[in-house]
């Protein structure tokens, strides 16, 4: 998946696609076992990350996410 500044990303999908676990290894409560994370062209070791809180921190500032409920359906 890439997304380039500025764009705006939907996570939509049915129960068990991903979503969940995305939001949370970008949030760094869970590392994955394959794959890379890398943003504005900089790779991270999430092996390493989750050793080092000031990665945390950096990763933290530098993915930004808005959490939003909608309900689909009649009102």
Do not use: H
């Not at 409560?29 to 945390?56: C, H, M, R, Y």
Request: hydrophobic residues 40%.
């Amino acid at each position: 998946m890439e997304a380039e500044e500025g764009d705006t990303v939907v996570l939509l999908g049915p129960s068990g696609a991903g979503k969940s676990t995305l939001i949370r290894t970008l949030n760094l409560l869970e590392v994955p076992t394959t794959g890379q994370l890398s943003i504005a062209n900089n790779k991270f070791d999430l092996s390493k990350a989750t050793a080092n809180p000031n990665a945390i921190r950096q990763l933290r500032q530098d993915v930004g996410m808005v959490f939003n409920s909608i309900i689909f359906g009649r009102i």
